[in-house]
């Protein structure tokens, strides 16, 4: 599951183009050796070059990692102390900051992805004229609503909470658009919307639920909250 992947590695991966992920990008699991100490360690190899996830680096060699806006702050033990002249005064600690947590950026991406998963299911039947029912939209509405529901038990800071708002109004927003194009199927009003491409996306209601997840999924991508009026 996407849940038990590395954070880092995730967001690598999301932006990469496509053809450059299936081509060129190589992950395995190898043994990383630190100062000495062995440990496995996640890797992956790009266009012949080596990235290996930060935390598996920290926690190999018994350092700490920080995070402080768009700073990241990796200490390795005896790093200070070896280089230090006698009598130096100890380095300022950055402060530590504290954003979404892990396990909610990944149950925070796993909730986008069922909602576009939904949303984009949707928009296909109908431009193609395929019959749309209650039951069969109700089956995609469960599995982004049990996602969301897993992204609000894994809130654990401020940040975390915040940003949950803006999920919530997002999968009300998909919520409200999906019926509307099961109660249009039942009323045969679909008509329009095989006619042109771009008639289903042009709608306000449409641009509203593609700019708020193109906005949510750089925001959990960031480890960051940030606020966007295309969510509200």
Same mark, same amino acid.
């Given at each position: 599951?996407?849940?038990?992947?590395?954070?880092?590695?995730?967001?690598?991966?999301?932006?990469?183009?496509?053809?450059?992920?299936?081509?060129?990008?190589?992950?395995?699991?190898?043994?990383?050796?630190?100062?000495?100490?062995?440990?496995?360690?996640?890797?992956?190899?790009?266009?012949?070059?080596?990235?290996?996830?930060?935390?598996?680096?920290?926690?190999?060699?018994?350092?700490?990692?920080?995070?402080?806006?768009?700073?990241?702050?990796?200490?390795?033990?005896?790093?200070?102390?070896?280089?230090?002249?006698?009598?130096?005064?100890?380095?300022?600690?950055?402060?530590?900051?504290?954003?979404?947590? @892990? #396990?909610? /950026?990944?149950?925070?991406?796993?909730?986008?992805?069922?909602? $576009? *998963? +939904?949303?984009?299911?949707?928009?296909? =039947?109908?431009?193609?004229?395929?019959?749309?029912?209650?039951?069969?939209?109700?089956?995609?509405?469960?599995?982004?609503?049990?996602?969301?529901?897993?992204?609000?038990?894994?809130?654990?800071?401020?940040?975390? @909470? #915040?940003? /949950?708002?803006?999920?919530?109004?997002?999968?009300?927003?998909? $919520? *409200? +658009?999906?019926?509307?194009?099961?109660? =249009?199927?039942?009323?045969?009003?679909?008509?329009?919307?095989?006619?042109?491409?771009?008639?289903?996306?042009?709608?306000?209601?449409?641009?509203?639920?593609?700019?708020?997840?193109?906005?949510?999924?750089?925001?959990?991508?960031?480890?960051?909250?940030?606020?966007?009026?295309?969510?509200?």
């Amino acid at each position: 599951m996407r849940s038990k992947r590395s954070v880092g590695l995730l967001v690598l991966l999301m932006l990469l183009p496509w053809g450059v992920i299936l081509a060129q990008v190589k992950q395995e699991s190898r043994t990383l050796v630190v100062n000495g100490k062995a440990g496995e360690a996640t890797v992956v190899q790009i266009n012949s070059r080596t990235y290996v996830d930060l935390e598996n680096l920290a926690r190999i060699a018994n350092g700490s990692l920080g995070f402080d806006k768009n700073q990241i702050t990796l200490t390795l033990p005896g790093g200070y102390e070896a280089s230090a002249p006698a009598g130096a005064p100890a380095p300022e600690q950055p402060v530590a900051h504290v954003g979404l947590s @892990r #396990n909610f /950026m990944m149950a925070g991406i796993e909730t986008l992805a069922q909602m $576009r *998963e +939904w949303a984009s299911t949707m928009a296909y =039947a109908i431009q193609n004229g395929y019959g749309v029912t209650e039951s069969w939209a109700a089956d995609y509405r469960e599995k982004a609503a049990n996602a969301l529901r897993q992204a609000s038990a894994s809130v654990s800071t401020d940040a975390d @909470r #915040n940003a /949950m708002q803006l999920l919530a109004i997002e999968f009300e927003a998909v $919520r *409200e +658009w999906s019926n509307k194009l099961v109660e =249009a199927k039942k009323s045969m009003d679909t008509a329009k919307y095989s006619t042109s491409p771009n008639a289903l996306r042009d709608e306000p209601l449409s641009q509203k639920i593609i700019s708020c997840g193109h906005f949510l999924g750089s925001m959990l991508g960031s480890a960051e909250f940030k606020d966007d009026p295309s969510c509200h």
